[in-house]
Protein backbone atom coordinates (compact mmCIF):
# COMPACT_ATOMS: atom_id res chain seq x y z
CA UNK A 1 0.00 0.00 0.00
CA UNK A 2 1.38 3.14 -0.61
CA UNK A 3 0.42 6.37 0.88
CA UNK A 4 0.56 10.41 0.44
CA UNK A 5 1.27 12.22 3.37
CA UNK A 6 2.69 16.15 4.02
CA UNK A 7 5.24 15.67 5.86
CA UNK A 8 6.83 14.11 8.43
CA UNK A 9 5.73 15.18 11.31
CA UNK A 10 4.55 11.66 12.95
CA UNK A 11 2.18 8.86 11.59
CA UNK A 12 3.63 5.78 13.48
CA UNK A 13 0.79 3.67 11.97
CA UNK A 14 2.11 3.42 8.05
CA UNK A 15 2.89 0.29 7.92
CA UNK A 16 3.73 1.03 3.89
CA UNK A 17 5.31 2.23 0.99
CA UNK A 18 5.59 6.31 1.48
CA UNK A 19 5.43 8.20 -1.40
CA UNK A 20 5.59 11.69 -0.99
CA UNK A 21 3.75 14.06 -2.67
CA UNK A 22 6.24 15.72 -4.18
CA UNK A 23 6.96 12.38 -5.70
CA UNK A 24 10.04 10.73 -3.85
CA UNK A 25 9.84 7.57 -2.62
CA UNK A 26 11.70 7.08 0.96
CA UNK A 27 13.50 4.25 1.00
CA UNK A 28 14.01 1.87 4.62
CA UNK A 29 17.64 2.50 4.14
CA UNK A 30 18.10 -1.12 5.77
CA UNK A 31 17.01 -3.08 3.29
CA UNK A 32 19.11 -1.24 0.75
CA UNK A 33 22.54 -1.84 3.25
CA UNK A 34 21.60 -5.54 3.07
CA UNK A 35 21.72 -5.81 -0.61
CA UNK A 36 24.68 -3.33 -0.50
CA UNK A 37 26.22 -6.39 1.76
CA UNK A 38 24.83 -8.93 -0.86
CA UNK A 39 26.82 -7.48 -3.35
CA UNK A 40 29.86 -7.53 -1.26
CA UNK A 41 30.28 -3.71 -1.68
CA UNK A 42 30.25 -3.14 2.62
CA UNK A 43 30.30 -5.17 5.97
CA UNK A 44 27.38 -4.44 8.16
CA UNK A 45 28.02 -4.70 11.60
CA UNK A 46 24.85 -7.01 12.15
CA UNK A 47 22.14 -6.88 15.35
CA UNK A 48 23.05 -10.27 16.34
CA UNK A 49 20.93 -12.33 19.32
CA UNK A 50 23.99 -12.50 21.26
CA UNK A 51 23.42 -8.72 21.54
CA UNK A 52 19.37 -9.85 22.76
CA UNK A 53 17.70 -7.16 20.38
CA UNK A 54 14.33 -5.61 21.33
CA UNK A 55 12.43 -4.61 18.63
CA UNK A 56 10.81 -1.09 18.13
CA UNK A 57 9.19 0.79 15.17
CA UNK A 58 10.28 3.43 13.65
CA UNK A 59 8.45 6.49 12.75
CA UNK A 60 6.84 4.74 9.57
CA UNK A 61 6.60 1.65 11.37
CA UNK A 62 9.88 -0.06 9.69
CA UNK A 63 11.41 -2.58 12.80
CA UNK A 64 14.24 -1.33 14.11
CA UNK A 65 15.88 -3.96 16.25
CA UNK A 66 17.97 -2.11 19.62
CA UNK A 67 20.59 -4.29 20.97
CA UNK A 68 20.80 -4.23 24.58
CA UNK A 69 24.03 -6.32 25.01
CA UNK A 70 27.40 -6.29 23.91
CA UNK A 71 27.52 -3.12 23.20
CA UNK A 72 31.05 -0.24 22.37
CA UNK A 73 30.63 3.30 24.15
CA UNK A 74 30.71 6.05 22.05
CA UNK A 75 30.90 9.09 24.22
CA UNK A 76 29.60 12.56 23.71
CA UNK A 77 32.21 15.53 23.87
CA UNK A 78 29.21 17.65 25.58
CA UNK A 79 28.49 15.09 28.00
CA UNK A 80 31.80 14.70 29.51
CA UNK A 81 32.48 17.93 30.16
CA UNK A 82 29.62 19.09 31.79
CA UNK A 83 27.06 16.46 32.37
CA UNK A 84 29.35 13.16 33.51
CA UNK A 85 26.54 11.78 35.27
CA UNK A 86 24.49 11.16 31.76
CA UNK A 87 27.14 7.69 30.79
CA UNK A 88 27.80 7.07 34.46
CA UNK A 89 24.19 6.34 35.36
CA UNK A 90 24.34 4.62 31.89
CA UNK A 91 26.92 2.33 32.78
CA UNK A 92 25.27 2.01 36.69
CA UNK A 93 22.40 0.27 35.02
CA UNK A 94 23.76 -1.58 32.40
CA UNK A 95 25.66 -3.17 35.64
CA UNK A 96 22.61 -3.70 37.52
CA UNK A 97 21.37 -5.54 34.23
CA UNK A 98 25.13 -7.69 33.77
CA UNK A 99 25.29 -6.36 30.23
CA UNK A 100 28.56 -6.60 28.94
CA UNK A 101 30.47 -3.50 27.13
CA UNK A 102 33.18 -1.61 26.62
CA UNK A 103 34.31 1.83 27.31
CA UNK A 104 37.76 3.14 26.20
CA UNK A 105 39.88 5.31 24.85
CA UNK A 106 40.28 4.80 21.30
CA UNK A 107 37.26 6.57 20.21
CA UNK A 108 37.22 9.90 18.59
CA UNK A 109 34.40 12.47 18.38
CA UNK A 110 32.18 12.54 15.53
CA UNK A 111 33.18 15.90 14.83
CA UNK A 112 29.66 16.75 13.93
CA UNK A 113 29.16 19.47 16.45
CA UNK A 114 32.19 20.97 14.95
CA UNK A 115 30.82 20.61 11.28
CA UNK A 116 27.32 22.18 12.30
CA UNK A 117 29.01 25.22 14.39
CA UNK A 118 31.55 25.87 11.92
CA UNK A 119 31.28 24.24 8.38
CA UNK A 120 34.40 23.27 8.94
CA UNK A 121 34.66 19.88 7.12
CA UNK A 122 33.09 18.01 4.86
CA UNK A 123 30.75 14.50 4.39
CA UNK A 124 33.90 12.86 3.31
CA UNK A 125 35.27 14.02 6.59
CA UNK A 126 31.98 13.25 8.60
CA UNK A 127 31.86 10.02 7.09
CA UNK A 128 35.44 8.83 7.51
CA UNK A 129 35.22 9.63 11.10
CA UNK A 130 32.02 7.59 11.62
CA UNK A 131 33.17 4.65 10.05
CA UNK A 132 36.51 4.70 12.00
CA UNK A 133 34.59 4.68 15.30
CA UNK A 134 32.38 2.03 13.63
CA UNK A 135 35.29 -0.09 12.72
CA UNK A 136 36.40 0.12 15.82
CA UNK A 137 33.46 -1.53 17.64
CA UNK A 138 33.27 -4.21 14.43
CA UNK A 139 37.03 -5.14 15.04
CA UNK A 140 35.88 -6.00 19.27
CA UNK A 141 32.92 -7.78 18.05
CA UNK A 142 30.79 -5.14 19.85
CA UNK A 143 28.20 -3.22 18.69
CA UNK A 144 27.68 0.73 19.06
CA UNK A 145 25.88 2.87 21.10
CA UNK A 146 25.86 6.05 20.64
CA UNK A 147 25.37 8.50 23.78
CA UNK A 148 25.32 12.22 21.92
CA UNK A 149 22.54 13.08 19.74
CA UNK A 150 24.22 14.93 17.25
CA UNK A 151 26.49 12.11 16.97
CA UNK A 152 23.31 9.71 16.45
CA UNK A 153 21.60 12.39 13.86
CA UNK A 154 25.00 12.76 11.38
CA UNK A 155 25.84 9.47 11.71
CA UNK A 156 22.22 8.12 10.65
CA UNK A 157 22.88 10.54 7.88
CA UNK A 158 26.34 9.49 7.23
CA UNK A 159 24.97 6.08 6.96
CA UNK A 160 22.03 6.97 4.66
CA UNK A 161 24.81 8.99 2.56
CA UNK A 162 26.89 6.06 1.95
CA UNK A 163 24.74 3.58 1.34
CA UNK A 164 23.02 6.29 -1.50
CA UNK A 165 26.19 7.24 -3.12
CA UNK A 166 29.11 5.08 -4.24
CA UNK A 167 31.64 7.95 -4.72
CA UNK A 168 31.11 8.46 -0.92
CA UNK A 169 31.73 4.73 -0.37
CA UNK A 170 35.06 5.01 -2.56
CA UNK A 171 36.41 7.97 -1.01
CA UNK A 172 35.73 6.62 2.50
CA UNK A 173 37.22 2.79 1.66
CA UNK A 174 40.16 4.32 0.44
CA UNK A 175 40.71 6.54 3.31
CA UNK A 176 39.91 3.42 5.68
CA UNK A 177 42.50 1.19 3.87
CA UNK A 178 45.37 4.21 4.60
CA UNK A 179 44.49 3.90 8.15
CA UNK A 180 44.19 0.13 8.76
CA UNK A 181 40.41 0.05 8.49
CA UNK A 182 37.89 -1.24 6.08
CA UNK A 183 33.89 0.00 5.03
CA UNK A 184 31.91 -1.09 7.52
CA UNK A 185 27.98 0.45 8.07
CA UNK A 186 25.91 -0.88 11.23
CA UNK A 187 22.87 -2.12 10.59
CA UNK A 188 21.13 0.60 12.76
CA UNK A 189 22.39 3.40 14.19
CA UNK A 190 21.24 3.39 17.85
CA UNK A 191 21.14 6.39 20.27
CA UNK A 192 21.79 5.50 24.48
CA UNK A 193 17.96 6.86 24.84
CA UNK A 194 16.83 3.91 22.31
CA UNK A 195 18.29 1.83 24.71
CA UNK A 196 16.83 3.39 27.98
CA UNK A 197 13.35 2.82 26.32
CA UNK A 198 13.41 -0.29 24.57
CA UNK A 199 14.75 -1.20 28.89
CA UNK A 200 11.87 1.08 30.39
CA UNK A 201 10.20 -1.57 31.98
CA UNK A 202 13.32 -3.28 33.35
CA UNK A 203 14.15 -0.47 34.73
CA UNK A 204 10.84 0.37 35.91
CA UNK A 205 11.44 -2.93 37.77
CA UNK A 206 14.23 -1.28 39.71
CA UNK A 207 12.22 2.16 41.18
CA UNK A 208 12.81 2.56 44.63
CA UNK A 209 10.54 6.12 45.04
CA UNK A 210 7.08 6.80 43.94
CA UNK A 211 7.04 9.35 41.22
CA UNK A 212 3.49 10.00 40.79
CA UNK A 213 3.03 13.70 41.70
CA UNK A 214 6.64 14.30 39.69
CA UNK A 215 5.74 16.56 36.80
CA UNK A 216 8.35 16.05 33.91
CA UNK A 217 8.30 17.86 31.30
CA UNK A 218 10.32 16.07 27.72
CA UNK A 219 12.91 17.91 25.33
CA UNK A 220 13.67 15.64 22.46
CA UNK A 221 16.73 16.68 21.39
CA UNK A 222 16.33 17.83 17.65
CA UNK A 223 19.44 15.94 15.98
CA UNK A 224 17.58 12.54 17.49
CA UNK A 225 14.04 13.66 15.70
CA UNK A 226 14.79 15.68 12.88
CA UNK A 227 17.61 14.73 11.74
CA UNK A 228 16.46 11.85 9.07
CA UNK A 229 13.24 11.65 10.81
CA UNK A 230 11.82 8.29 9.98
CA UNK A 231 14.95 6.59 11.62
CA UNK A 232 13.31 6.99 14.85
CA UNK A 233 11.39 5.51 18.00
CA UNK A 234 7.73 6.28 17.76
CA UNK A 235 5.14 4.25 19.49
CA UNK A 236 0.98 4.24 19.34
CA UNK A 237 0.78 4.38 22.78
CA UNK A 238 2.81 7.93 23.43
CA UNK A 239 1.22 10.33 22.36
CA UNK A 240 -0.67 8.30 20.08
CA UNK A 241 2.39 7.75 17.88
CA UNK A 242 2.32 11.57 16.84
CA UNK A 243 5.73 12.19 18.79
CA UNK A 244 8.72 10.49 19.36
CA UNK A 245 8.39 7.98 22.12
CA UNK A 246 11.61 8.22 23.49
CA UNK A 247 12.38 10.17 26.78
CA UNK A 248 8.39 10.28 27.72
CA UNK A 249 8.37 6.43 27.36
CA UNK A 250 11.12 5.98 30.25
CA UNK A 251 9.30 8.64 32.56
CA UNK A 252 5.96 7.15 32.14
CA UNK A 253 7.14 4.21 32.76
CA UNK A 254 8.71 5.25 36.57
CA UNK A 255 5.36 6.39 37.42
CA UNK A 256 6.16 10.18 36.51
CA UNK A 257 3.49 12.45 35.10
CA UNK A 258 4.30 13.55 31.99
CA UNK A 259 3.23 17.16 31.24
CA UNK A 260 2.88 19.03 27.51
CA UNK A 261 3.59 22.02 26.83
CA UNK A 262 3.14 24.21 23.68
CA UNK A 263 6.74 24.49 22.67
CA UNK A 264 7.57 21.03 22.92
CA UNK A 265 9.20 20.92 19.08
CA UNK A 266 10.90 23.83 19.60
CA UNK A 267 14.87 23.23 19.77
CA UNK A 268 16.61 24.46 23.04
CA UNK A 269 18.39 27.32 21.21
CA UNK A 270 22.25 25.71 21.71
CA UNK A 271 22.59 26.35 18.05
CA UNK A 272 26.58 24.73 17.83
CA UNK A 273 28.05 27.97 17.14
CA UNK A 274 25.80 29.90 19.54
CA UNK A 275 26.05 28.73 22.79
CA UNK A 276 29.59 29.39 22.56
CA UNK A 277 29.88 32.71 20.85
CA UNK A 278 26.61 34.30 20.51
CA UNK A 279 24.92 32.84 23.77
CA UNK A 280 22.47 35.82 24.17
CA UNK A 281 20.58 34.22 21.43
CA UNK A 282 20.97 30.57 22.64
CA UNK A 283 19.30 32.19 26.04
CA UNK A 284 17.11 33.69 25.46
CA UNK A 285 15.51 30.97 23.34
CA UNK A 286 16.49 28.79 26.35
CA UNK A 287 13.78 30.78 28.71
CA UNK A 288 11.58 32.62 26.59
CA UNK A 289 10.41 29.13 24.61
CA UNK A 290 11.75 26.12 26.73
CA UNK A 291 11.49 26.82 30.59
CA UNK A 292 8.76 29.30 30.92
CA UNK A 293 6.25 27.46 29.09
CA UNK A 294 7.19 24.15 30.63
CA UNK A 295 7.28 26.28 34.23
CA UNK A 296 3.98 28.48 33.74
CA UNK A 297 2.14 25.80 31.11
CA UNK A 298 3.11 22.67 33.02
CA UNK A 299 4.15 23.34 36.34
CA UNK A 300 7.35 20.84 35.74
CA UNK A 301 9.46 19.97 38.52
CA UNK A 302 11.73 18.29 36.22
CA UNK A 303 12.57 18.82 32.62
CA UNK A 304 14.08 16.04 30.97
CA UNK A 305 16.70 15.62 28.46
CA UNK A 306 18.39 13.15 25.98
CA UNK A 307 21.59 14.91 24.97
CA UNK A 308 24.45 17.01 26.02
CA UNK A 309 23.69 19.74 24.72
CA UNK A 310 20.47 20.49 25.39
CA UNK A 311 21.32 19.52 29.14
CA UNK A 312 23.91 22.49 28.67
CA UNK A 313 21.95 24.90 27.51
CA UNK A 314 19.00 24.35 29.59
CA UNK A 315 20.59 24.17 32.89
CA UNK A 316 23.50 26.81 32.30
CA UNK A 317 20.97 29.34 30.80
CA UNK A 318 18.91 29.88 33.93
CA UNK A 319 20.35 31.83 36.46
CA UNK A 320 20.77 34.82 33.70
CA UNK A 321 17.34 34.71 33.17
CA UNK A 322 17.06 36.42 36.74
CA UNK A 323 18.56 39.60 35.53
CA UNK A 324 15.51 40.34 33.04
CA UNK A 325 12.86 39.44 35.62
CA UNK A 326 12.36 35.36 34.85
CA UNK A 327 11.66 33.99 37.72
CA UNK A 328 11.07 30.39 36.59
CA UNK A 329 13.07 27.53 37.21
CA UNK A 330 12.85 24.06 36.66
CA UNK A 331 16.13 21.22 37.19
CA UNK A 332 16.86 19.86 33.63
CA UNK A 333 19.16 16.24 33.41
CA UNK A 334 19.15 13.10 30.88
CA UNK A 335 16.21 10.85 30.73
CA UNK A 336 19.08 8.24 32.14
CA UNK A 337 19.50 10.57 35.09
CA UNK A 338 16.17 10.95 36.38
CA UNK A 339 16.03 6.68 35.62
CA UNK A 340 18.63 6.38 38.15
CA UNK A 341 17.17 9.16 41.10
CA UNK A 342 14.21 6.86 40.70
CA UNK A 343 15.79 3.93 41.46
CA UNK A 344 18.51 4.96 43.99
CA UNK A 345 21.41 5.75 42.38
CA UNK A 346 23.76 8.38 44.52
CA UNK A 347 23.36 11.57 43.84
CA UNK A 348 26.51 12.68 43.80
CA UNK A 349 28.77 10.15 43.24
CA UNK A 350 26.75 8.29 39.96
CA UNK A 351 24.09 10.77 38.94
CA UNK A 352 26.83 13.55 39.71
CA UNK A 353 23.98 16.54 39.58
CA UNK A 354 26.63 18.94 41.24
CA UNK A 355 27.84 19.50 37.96
CA UNK A 356 24.25 21.41 37.40
CA UNK A 357 23.36 24.70 37.71
CA UNK A 358 19.50 24.96 37.90
CA UNK A 359 18.60 23.81 41.55
CA UNK A 360 17.65 19.91 41.80
CA UNK A 361 17.56 19.78 45.52
CA UNK A 362 13.75 20.39 45.65
CA UNK A 363 12.86 18.05 43.18
CA UNK A 364 15.23 15.43 45.29
CA UNK A 365 13.18 16.62 48.09
CA UNK A 366 9.95 15.96 46.55
CA UNK A 367 10.95 12.47 45.74
CA UNK A 368 12.18 12.01 48.77
CA UNK A 369 16.00 11.76 48.01
CA UNK A 370 18.17 12.51 50.94
CA UNK A 371 20.70 14.68 48.74
CA UNK A 372 22.55 16.26 51.75
CA UNK A 373 23.53 12.91 53.02
CA UNK A 374 24.57 12.01 49.63
CA UNK A 375 26.44 15.18 49.78
CA UNK A 376 28.63 14.82 52.90
CA UNK A 377 29.57 11.26 51.74
CA UNK A 378 30.39 12.84 48.72
CA UNK A 379 32.49 15.70 50.08
CA UNK A 380 34.65 12.86 52.58
CA UNK A 381 35.36 10.74 49.52
CA UNK A 382 36.75 13.43 47.82
CA UNK A 383 38.86 14.23 51.06
CA UNK A 384 40.22 10.70 50.61
CA UNK A 385 41.08 10.99 46.96
CA UNK A 386 42.90 13.99 47.53
CA UNK A 387 44.90 11.67 50.32
CA UNK A 388 46.10 9.36 47.82
CA UNK A 389 42.73 7.44 47.68
CA UNK A 390 41.41 5.23 44.80
CA UNK A 391 38.22 5.37 42.83
CA UNK A 392 35.56 2.94 43.12
CA UNK A 393 34.94 2.24 39.22
CA UNK A 394 31.86 1.23 38.41
CA UNK A 395 34.29 -0.13 35.00
CA UNK A 396 38.06 -1.21 34.54
CA UNK A 397 39.74 -1.18 31.18
CA UNK A 398 40.46 -4.29 30.29
CA UNK A 399 43.33 -5.82 30.65
CA UNK A 400 46.32 -4.13 29.07
CA UNK A 401 44.45 -1.47 27.45
CA UNK B 1 38.65 41.31 -3.94
CA UNK B 2 38.51 44.71 -5.61
CA UNK B 3 37.05 47.54 -3.00
CA UNK B 4 35.07 50.15 -3.91
CA UNK B 5 35.46 53.89 -2.37
CA UNK B 6 33.62 53.08 0.48
CA UNK B 7 35.83 50.09 1.56
CA UNK B 8 32.92 47.60 0.20
CA UNK B 9 33.86 44.94 -1.77
CA UNK B 10 33.54 44.67 -5.22
CA UNK B 11 32.40 40.66 -6.23
CA UNK B 12 32.62 39.79 -10.04
CA UNK B 13 29.50 37.82 -11.11
CA UNK B 14 31.63 35.32 -12.00
CA UNK B 15 31.96 34.77 -8.63
CA UNK B 16 29.31 34.91 -7.91
CA UNK B 17 28.03 32.23 -10.73
CA UNK B 18 30.98 30.24 -9.11
CA UNK B 19 29.79 30.17 -6.08
CA UNK B 20 26.36 29.57 -7.32
CA UNK B 21 27.87 26.39 -9.31
CA UNK B 22 29.83 25.32 -6.28
CA UNK B 23 26.66 24.53 -4.37
CA UNK B 24 24.92 22.94 -6.92
CA UNK B 25 27.65 20.54 -8.26
CA UNK B 26 27.37 19.76 -3.93
CA UNK B 27 25.99 15.71 -4.05
CA UNK B 28 23.58 16.50 -1.22
CA UNK B 29 22.34 19.26 -3.24
CA UNK B 30 19.19 17.51 -5.41
CA UNK B 31 18.17 16.04 -2.17
CA UNK B 32 17.95 19.36 -0.10
CA UNK B 33 16.76 21.55 -2.53
CA UNK B 34 13.13 20.41 -4.27
CA UNK B 35 10.25 22.27 -5.15
CA UNK B 36 8.94 25.10 -2.72
CA UNK B 37 5.53 26.28 -2.34
CA UNK B 38 6.75 29.51 -0.15
CA UNK B 39 4.34 28.56 2.47
CA UNK B 40 6.65 29.55 5.70
CA UNK B 41 6.10 25.95 7.25
CA UNK B 42 9.32 26.15 7.63
CA UNK B 43 9.96 29.55 8.81
CA UNK B 44 7.33 28.95 11.74
CA UNK B 45 9.91 26.76 13.26
CA UNK B 46 12.97 28.09 12.62
CA UNK B 47 14.35 29.23 15.85
CA UNK B 48 16.82 32.25 14.35
CA UNK B 49 13.93 33.54 12.44
CA UNK B 50 12.63 35.03 15.44
CA UNK B 51 15.65 36.83 16.40
CA UNK B 52 17.58 37.43 13.47
CA UNK B 53 16.82 38.42 9.77
CA UNK B 54 17.04 34.98 8.60
CA UNK B 55 14.74 32.52 6.89
CA UNK B 56 15.02 29.37 5.76
CA UNK B 57 11.90 29.75 3.24
CA UNK B 58 14.23 32.88 1.88
CA UNK B 59 17.18 30.39 1.86
CA UNK B 60 14.90 28.02 -0.48
CA UNK B 61 13.56 30.42 -2.42
CA UNK B 62 16.66 32.25 -3.58
CA UNK B 63 18.23 28.93 -4.45
CA UNK B 64 15.30 28.30 -6.23
CA UNK B 65 15.68 31.66 -8.50
CA UNK B 66 19.00 29.99 -9.54
CA UNK B 67 20.33 33.84 -9.22
CA UNK B 68 23.99 34.21 -8.56
CA UNK B 69 23.06 37.54 -7.30
CA UNK B 70 20.32 36.64 -4.96
CA UNK B 71 22.53 33.62 -3.37
CA UNK B 72 25.61 35.55 -2.90
CA UNK B 73 23.46 38.12 -1.07
CA UNK B 74 23.07 35.05 1.91
CA UNK B 75 27.15 34.49 1.61
CA UNK B 76 28.33 36.74 4.26
CA UNK B 77 26.89 37.02 8.24
CA UNK B 78 23.06 35.57 7.01
CA UNK B 79 24.60 32.07 6.51
CA UNK B 80 25.65 31.74 10.11
CA UNK B 81 22.03 32.39 12.07
CA UNK B 82 21.54 29.28 11.43
CA UNK B 83 21.05 27.06 14.76
CA UNK B 84 21.45 23.94 12.53
CA UNK B 85 18.26 22.17 14.51
CA UNK B 86 16.42 20.97 11.29
CA UNK B 87 13.35 21.78 12.21
CA UNK B 88 12.78 22.60 9.09
CA UNK B 89 13.63 19.76 6.98
CA UNK B 90 11.55 17.56 9.54
CA UNK B 91 8.39 19.86 8.83
CA UNK B 92 8.83 21.24 5.56
CA UNK B 93 5.84 19.75 3.46
CA UNK B 94 8.51 18.88 0.34
CA UNK B 95 11.49 17.42 2.46
CA UNK B 96 13.21 20.39 1.11
CA UNK B 97 16.36 20.78 4.05
CA UNK B 98 17.03 24.29 4.29
CA UNK B 99 19.35 23.50 6.98
CA UNK B 100 21.37 21.27 4.52
CA UNK B 101 21.70 23.73 2.43
CA UNK B 102 22.64 26.14 4.98
CA UNK B 103 25.70 23.47 5.62
CA UNK B 104 26.58 23.39 2.06
CA UNK B 105 26.99 27.37 2.06
CA UNK B 106 28.91 27.37 5.00
CA UNK B 107 31.56 24.88 3.44
CA UNK B 108 31.80 26.87 0.57
CA UNK B 109 32.41 30.18 2.88
CA UNK B 110 34.90 28.71 4.67
CA UNK B 111 36.94 26.90 2.18
CA UNK B 112 37.01 30.29 0.08
CA UNK B 113 38.53 31.83 3.55
CA UNK B 114 35.38 34.14 3.27
CA UNK B 115 36.07 37.34 5.74
CA UNK B 116 32.43 36.69 6.74
CA UNK B 117 33.58 33.07 7.91
CA UNK B 118 36.87 34.19 9.31
CA UNK B 119 35.08 36.96 11.53
CA UNK B 120 32.40 34.61 12.60
CA UNK B 121 34.50 31.91 13.55
CA UNK B 122 37.41 33.51 14.95
CA UNK B 123 36.05 33.60 18.81
CA UNK B 124 35.50 29.38 17.98
CA UNK B 125 38.91 29.03 17.63
CA UNK B 126 39.27 27.50 21.30
CA UNK B 127 36.86 24.60 20.25
CA UNK B 128 38.24 24.59 16.52
CA UNK B 129 41.83 23.98 18.12
CA UNK B 130 40.53 21.32 20.33
CA UNK B 131 38.64 19.36 18.19
CA UNK B 132 40.83 18.93 15.19
CA UNK B 133 44.28 18.59 17.25
CA UNK B 134 42.74 16.29 20.17
CA UNK B 135 39.82 14.34 18.78
CA UNK B 136 37.55 16.07 21.02
CA UNK B 137 35.51 18.90 21.15
CA UNK B 138 34.89 20.73 24.73
CA UNK B 139 36.76 19.58 28.04
CA UNK B 140 35.74 20.42 31.68
CA UNK B 141 39.01 22.80 32.10
CA UNK B 142 36.89 25.06 29.47
CA UNK B 143 34.18 25.58 31.31
CA UNK B 144 35.50 28.30 34.16
CA UNK B 145 33.55 31.14 35.33
CA UNK B 146 35.82 33.94 33.47
CA UNK B 147 34.44 32.34 30.30
CA UNK B 148 31.07 31.82 30.80
CA UNK B 149 30.49 34.62 33.51
CA UNK B 150 26.47 34.90 32.20
CA UNK B 151 26.13 30.32 33.48
CA UNK B 152 26.22 32.14 37.09
CA UNK B 153 28.41 31.51 39.93
CA UNK B 154 27.91 28.24 40.23
CA UNK B 155 30.18 27.19 37.47
CA UNK B 156 33.05 27.87 39.76
CA UNK B 157 32.06 24.57 41.01
CA UNK B 158 33.51 23.03 37.90
CA UNK B 159 37.24 24.69 38.07
CA UNK B 160 38.09 24.55 42.22
CA UNK B 161 39.88 21.25 43.07
CA UNK B 162 38.82 20.01 39.47
CA UNK B 163 41.24 17.03 39.16
CA UNK B 164 40.17 15.81 42.16
CA UNK B 165 36.29 15.88 41.11
CA UNK B 166 37.04 14.22 37.71
CA UNK B 167 39.13 11.80 39.39
CA UNK B 168 35.85 10.86 41.47
CA UNK B 169 33.73 10.49 38.22
CA UNK B 170 33.89 6.57 38.27
CA UNK B 171 34.86 6.06 34.50
CA UNK B 172 37.94 5.56 33.94
CA UNK B 173 37.94 7.62 30.60
CA UNK B 174 36.27 10.51 31.81
CA UNK B 175 39.28 10.60 35.00
CA UNK B 176 40.92 13.85 32.87
CA UNK B 177 40.21 17.74 33.26
CA UNK B 178 41.85 18.69 29.31
CA UNK B 179 39.79 16.64 27.38
CA UNK B 180 35.88 14.89 27.78
CA UNK B 181 37.23 12.28 27.41
CA UNK B 182 41.14 10.24 27.34
CA UNK B 183 41.40 9.74 23.78
CA UNK B 184 43.94 7.75 22.64
CA UNK B 185 46.64 8.91 20.81
CA UNK B 186 46.37 6.04 18.40
CA UNK B 187 42.40 7.66 17.47
CA UNK B 188 44.50 10.73 17.21
CA UNK B 189 46.26 9.78 14.56
CA UNK B 190 43.87 8.12 12.52
CA UNK B 191 41.90 11.10 12.65
CA UNK B 192 45.00 13.55 11.78
CA UNK B 193 44.95 10.97 8.86
CA UNK B 194 41.22 11.31 7.88
CA UNK B 195 41.44 14.86 8.11
CA UNK B 196 44.59 15.20 5.79
CA UNK B 197 42.65 13.09 3.53
CA UNK B 198 39.47 14.42 3.41
CA UNK B 199 41.05 18.17 3.16
CA UNK B 200 39.58 18.99 6.59
CA UNK B 201 43.15 20.56 7.76
CA UNK B 202 43.24 22.81 4.54
CA UNK B 203 39.87 24.26 5.06
CA UNK B 204 41.26 25.74 8.81
CA UNK B 205 44.24 26.69 7.07
CA UNK B 206 42.12 28.82 4.80
CA UNK B 207 40.10 30.16 7.33
CA UNK B 208 42.59 30.41 10.19
CA UNK B 209 46.32 30.20 9.25
CA UNK B 210 47.49 30.94 12.78
CA UNK B 211 45.29 28.25 14.59
CA UNK B 212 46.34 26.04 11.60
CA UNK B 213 50.07 26.51 12.54
CA UNK B 214 49.20 25.79 16.42
CA UNK B 215 47.22 22.74 15.12
CA UNK B 216 49.80 21.46 13.44
CA UNK B 217 52.42 21.51 15.92
CA UNK B 218 50.24 19.45 18.25
CA UNK B 219 49.99 17.03 15.21
CA UNK B 220 53.38 16.98 14.88
CA UNK B 221 54.61 16.24 18.58
CA UNK B 222 51.31 13.73 18.58
CA UNK B 223 52.36 11.48 15.51
CA UNK B 224 55.63 11.64 16.54
CA UNK B 225 54.69 9.88 20.05
S1 LIG C 1 11.23 25.20 2.12
FE1 LIG C 1 9.44 23.89 2.45
S2 LIG C 1 8.45 24.68 4.29
FE2 LIG C 1 9.88 26.25 3.57
S3 LIG C 1 8.65 27.61 2.28
FE3 LIG C 1 9.54 26.06 0.91
S4 LIG C 1 8.04 24.40 0.81
FE4 LIG C 1 7.46 25.69 2.57
S1 LIG D 1 18.14 24.11 10.55
FE1 LIG D 1 18.55 26.30 10.42
S2 LIG D 1 17.09 27.04 8.90
FE2 LIG D 1 16.35 25.03 9.58
S3 LIG D 1 14.89 25.46 11.23
FE3 LIG D 1 16.90 25.07 12.18
S4 LIG D 1 17.84 27.09 12.38
FE4 LIG D 1 16.13 27.32 10.92
Known amino acids: MAIEIGNRLGLANVKSDYIHAAGRKLEDIHDELLELEAKGEVKVIHVKDENKPIEAETLFGWKKKIPTNKLWHHKSCGQCGNIPGYPVSLLWFMNKFGIEYIDERNQTSCTAWNYHGSGTSNPVGLAAVAVRNWHRAYELGLFPLFHCATTFGDYKEMRNLLVEHKELRDEVRRIMHKIGRE ?129 TTLDKNQWIGKAMGYTEQVPVMADVMFAALACGADVYKIVQLQWHTTDWRPLCEKIGIDWKKSEDEYDAYLEELKAGGKTVNLYEYPAGK | ?23 RRDFRYEEYVRGCLNCGVCAGGCPPHRFFDFSPRIVLQKMKSKDPELIWTMMDEYVWACFQCFTCAMICPFLNSPGGVIAILREIAVRRGFESAKKVLKPYSRVLLKLTAYGNQLSPDMIQPDFFPDWGPHIGYASTDLAVKRKAIP ?55
Open chain 2, 1 to 23: MEYDENGVSIVPFELKKEIFEEA
Open chain 1, 183 to 311: LVIPEYIVHYSEWVHVMRFEIAKLKKYDLSNVIATIHPACHTYKMIPEDCIYDKEIYAGKRTAVSTGIALALGAQVADYSTWYDCCGFGFRHILTEREASRSFVMDRKIRPMVREAQSDVCITQDTGCT
Open chain 2, 171 to 225: MPTLQVTNLAWDVAPEAMKELYDIFDEAGVFKIIESVDPSLYEIIQDIVDDVRSS
